[in-house]
């Protein structure tokens, strides 16, 4: 990796995607109605964590992972940089994944309630914060100045709610609600703007993400499959990924969601469905090269199952393609999905980039809905490339350094 970060290109792509991943984890608070901190006279009260786990206000799977991907973060990173020289690097990793990745599944099964006897809730699920709102402040303040201290976010604006009198209002205007500015204007339903950035920012990346694992997934079986039985089973396999390679694949996106739903997690699990053909071409190639390798007759002299030579002796010297072939993946899925958007076929409860686009093209006089998240799409799948550009080269074992 040292190769890597000696490339420019990629270092700055590297640390803009961190930056990306950073405003999608934290966006609860850079735009939120909920105080982060409030004091009365019942001491002091942290709503804003508590909201973290509201279903009313996050009401999808991804949105509760980004949640204590930001709360684990910092005792994370600080037990692995305490644990830094006992444990390798991907050690840590995936303890720490693994480790995200529990508390996620937890926090959805139902528990018994302490409270109440019989019921049973989960740490996400629906729950009143009582007063805790910018409106409840100002109200408290109202009646007893002084009295009520609280600390909200810079933004003191829902992703998701729609606000009175706040349609297609200019960057820089002021709601008439809170007395705050919006910063970069409003849409067409009287959403903030910049709190609909903020939280697109985890819809681009958990599309992009899933989108590309689900294609390696099947790209990995179906081409390692092809590319190390062969026979029959290659050519069988072979056929049906020249069947979906016929296709425009974008076109075979745009039909699979204008026959189901427009959710957006259909949106992902068809991504994923339509763009494995490439990975499974690639992946053949590389399995056809190794399997006539010593280390696999080797293997085979030894009795070991084909899955196993397959997916732990080959699959790991395969890797470095397709590494790069799912960092641009991840790029062409966001693009993906913000066309989709843009076309009008995208989610329409979710706070998407594209989604801002296409009010854009349908207000087309109002600049700042076409060229924020415009700009934002650009950027990302710029840094996307630029980080699938630079491990192509540092990966390159003719490069010349």
């Not at 303890?95 to 989960?122: C, D, F, K, M, Y």
């Not at 729609?162 to 705050?180: H, M």
């Not at 087309?364 to 192509?392: E, M, Q």
């Amino acid at each position: 990796m040292a190769r890597f970060w000696r490339l420019r290109g990629a270092k700055f792509g590297a640390y803009a995607f961190v930056g990306f991943f950073l405003i999608g984890a934290y966006a609860p608070f850079i735009a939120s109605e909920t105080a982060m901190v409030w004091h009365d006279q019942n001491g002091w009260r942290f709503p804003l964590l508590i909201d973290l786990f509201n279903a009313w206000t996050y009401a999808k799977p991804h949105d509760l992972l980004f949640n204590l991907v930001a709360l684990l973060m910092p005792p994370l990173l600080l037990m692995g940089w305490l644990l830094r020289r006992r444990w390798a690097y991907g050690r840590r990793l995936s303890i720490g994944v693994s480790i995200v990745v529990a508390a996620w599944i937890l926090a959805q099964i139902p528990l018994p309630n302490h409270g109440r006897t019989g019921e049973w809730r989960a740490l996400w699920d629906k729950r009143q914060l009582g007063q805790s709102t910018f409106s409840d402040w100002r109200a408290a303040e109202a009646v007893t100045p002084g009295r009520v201290s609280a600390w909200f976010p810079l933004i003191p604006h829902r992703h998701d709610a729609t606000y009175a009198g706040a349609v297609l209002n200019a960057p820089g205007s002021i709601n008439r609600d809170t007395g705050r500015r919006f910063v970069l204007g409003t849409d067409s339903a009287g959403h903030d703007v910049a709190a609909r950035m903020l939280f697109g920012a985890r819809v681009s990346l958990t599309i992009g993400l899933v989108a590309t694992g689900l294609s390696l997934l099947i790209g990995v079986m179906i081409g390692a499959a092809s590319g190390y039985l062969g026979g029959k089973i290659d050519l069988v396999l072979q056929r049906l990924v020249e069947i979906m390679m016929c296709f425009p694949t974008f076109i075979l996106i745009l039909t699979v969601v204008a026959m189901t739903s427009r959710d957006i997690f259909i949106i992902m699990l068809v991504i994923g469905l339509t763009g494995w053909a490439d990975i499974a071409r690639l992946v053949r190639g590389e399995f056809l090269g190794h399997a006539q390798a010593d280390y696999v007759a080797a293997a085979q002299s030894l009795g070991v199952p084909r899955w196993r030579i397959m997916f732990r002796h080959i699959l790991p010297n395969v890797l470095t393609p397709l590494i790069i072939t799912a960092t641009f993946g991840i790029a062409g899925a966001v693009f993906s999905e913000s066309a989709l958007s843009f076309i009008g076929l995208g989610d329409p409860n979710a706070a998407t980039w594209g989604g801002l686009l296409e009010q854009g093209r349908q207000n087309i006089r109002y600049a700042w809905l076409i060229y924020v998240p415009g700009l934002a799409v650009f950027a990302l799948i710029t840094v996307l490339n630029l980080i699938g550009n630079g491990l192509r080269e540092a990966l390159d074992p003719k490069a010349d350094f």
